[in-house]
């Protein structure tokens, strides 16, 4: 029964990572996996169906948490940018250097994706880059450091990586704690690969004017307005954790609340036709549902490796072949450049007992921090890679000549400087 389950996983796993080839979305590969374990184990197990159930009704709670913290902050990230709230940010940039530019850039992403997420932050400064800068090279020069910078400004927040925002709902990290353990290390993961690659920029870009487009359709008060109420939403969900003692998904959704309540007291005296542009079911639309389908099949399906002790078992493998446990989280940072790093993270949290490894353990600091970075070795190896592959249409080849070599010592180097510090 297990190695069937573990085929069943495993070649879940191959669809996901083969996504274009097979033109098959991820969604769909990690939904059928994630069913397709737990009925083999409910077919094949001479344990009651009944246990099996609760046992899945038992992981669902902690995967909904999860799912609805990203629900409520991927609407609230919507909702300002239906409000061109992230013009704030852009119209702030006034430099015509590529190497200051580049350096602007990052700096901003490495903070952006601090406070939002790393996904999200690409999307913006990709976005940005397209509108400032003609050249194609330069172009996928910057948004190739964009991703290092995306991924390692969300490694060291607990709301910036899903990954780590896993593990911080999981109970295995502190939001204080995460932040104070990996801003350094997270620093030098950008500043070595920034170096490097800020060498290569050579000359000024031919203009730096930053075009929006059509006239925006709200005013610089309800810009600025929902703007601030909505990063200062985000900012608050770990203040709300610690003064309620909640889970996050609940001070997430506290701050889609307020905003939503915000907005429609901005619009209260448009037209029904104006309002529904910027209403919540307009920015719900706009949500990458199949990303939140994604994380649901991929949880549920570690779930049942979890519940069937094939995690733990792999875990006290691993510990028995290699001992070594810095090395061993190095190699799973290394593993989800090629693989995707959610479901990696959240088999190592079934792999390790918090009993064993408390929460705010190295195990867990080191691993949010390998997980979130390693991902920026490869294009594949990140949702914040994944979109900027598909807006500057970066190959696989380009990003590896140009960028994973920088990617990779930064990571190495982030990497000792915390075992050093530990």
């Not at 691993?367 to 994944?386: D, E, N, R």
């Amino acid at each position: 029964m297990e190695a069937l389950i573990i085929a069943v996983f495993v070649i879940g796993y191959l669809a996901i990572t083969l996504e274009q080839p097979l033109r098959i979305n991820k969604s769909a590969s990690a939904l059928l996996t994630g069913v397709l374990v737990w009925v083999v184990w409910i077919m094949m197990s001479s344990e009651s169906p009944e246990m099996i159930v609760e046992e899945l009704i038992h992981h669902l709670g902690g995967t909904a948490g999860i799912l609805f913290f990203l629900l409520a902050a991927m609407t609230i990230v919507e909702l300002i940018d239906a409000h061109d709230g992230f013009t704030i940010i852009t119209s702030a940039i006034n430099t015509r250097s590529k190497s200051k530019l580049l350096w602007l850039i990052c700096v901003i992403t490495f903070f952006l994706s601090a406070v939002l997420d790393n996904l999200t932050s690409t999307i913006v400064m990709v976005s940005l880059i397209r509108k400032i800068i003609d050249d194609k090279e330069d172009r996928m020069l910057f948004a190739g450091m964009i991703v290092v910078a995306a991924n390692a400004g969300g490694a060291w927040s607990p709301i910036g990586d899903v990954t780590t925002t896993m593990l911080w709902i999981g109970g295995q990290i502190t939001a204080t704690n995460i932040i104070t353990s990996l801003f350094i290390p997270s620093v030098i993961c950008l500043i070595i690969p920034l170096f490097f690659a800020g060498r290569k920029m050579k000359g000024e870009i031919p203009a730096l004017v930053i075009q929006e487009g059509a006239v925006s359709v709200t005013t610089q008060r309800e810009r600025n307005a929902v703007f601030f109420i909505g990063i200062g939403t985000l900012l608050f969900v770990p203040i709300f954790k610690t003064i309620t003692h909640l889970p996050p998904f609940m001070g997430i959704l506290f701050g889609l609340g307020v905003l939503w309540a915000a907005v429609e007291f901005i619009h209260r005296r448009k037209e029904d036709d104006q309002k529904e542009f910027f209403s919540v079911s307009r920015a719900l639309q706009r949500v990458d549902t199949p990303s939140i389908l994604f994380f649901l099949g991929i949880l549920i399906a570690i779930g049942a490796l979890e519940s069937t002790h094939i995690l733990s078992q792999m875990a006290q493998w691993m510990n028995d072949s290699v001992g070594n446990l810095p090395l061993i989280v190095t190699f799973i940072g290394l593993l989800s450049a090629i693989v995707d790093n959610v479901p990696l993270v959240a088999a190592s949290m079934g792999m390790y007992d918090l009993a064993v490894y408390p929460t705010d353990h190295f195990l867990w600091e080191f691993m949010a921090y390998c997980a979130g970075t390693g991902g920026s070795i490869l294009i594949i190896g990140s949702a914040a890679g994944v979109a900027a592959m598909g807006m500057e249409n970066i190959s696989f080849i380009w990003y590896i000549k140009k960028i994973s070599g920088y990617a990779l010592l930064g990571y190495l180097a982030g990497a000792a400087i915390y075992v050093l510090m530990h």
